[in-house]
């Protein structure tokens, strides 16, 4: 049974730092290409960021190009966003997903590449 358990949201001012954790149970990170996605109030969930052990690549999102920066432990199953110059528009709820037959590119990310899902953590930054 595949579980994903993403954590580590929470509050901070604008400007600070955060960072998330997605935990695996049932896969092995190494095998799969993992996922940020985010879902903030009344928008349209955006995918953000894409880690493949497989290939080696990472892809960001322009929105969070340059800011967030994802990285795996595969010791630990555990991928992780390390989350800088946090500003108000990156309010949302944050999910991972995985998958073992998408490998991440240079190019957008869709729910639609991902089987596996975590359950969302709360980012709230304020101004």
């Known amino acids: 049974d595949v579980q994903l358990q993403a954590s580590g949201g929470g509050s901070v001012q604008a400007g600070g730092s955060l960072t998330l954790s997605c935990a695996a149970s049932?896969?092995?990170?190494?095998?799969?290409?993992v996922a940020w996605f985010r879902q903030a109030p009344g928008k349209a969930r955006e995918g953000i960021g894409c880690i493949d052990s497989g290939n080696g690549l990472t892809w960001y999102a322009e929105s969070v190009k340059g800011r967030f920066v994802a990285s795996s432990d595969n010791a630990k199953d555990t991928v992780y966003l390390q989350m800088n110059s946090l500003k108000p528009e990156d309010t949302a709820v944050y999910y991972c997903?995985?998958?073992?037959?998408?490998?991440?590119?240079?190019?957008?990310?869709?729910?639609?590449?991902?089987?596996?899902w975590g359950q969302g953590t709360l980012v709230t930054v304020s101004s």
């Open positions: 049932g896969i092995t990170f190494d095998e799969y290409a």
């Open positions: 997903a995985a998958d073992n037959h998408f490998r991440c590119a240079p190019r957008s990310i869709y729910g639609t590449d991902f089987d596996e």
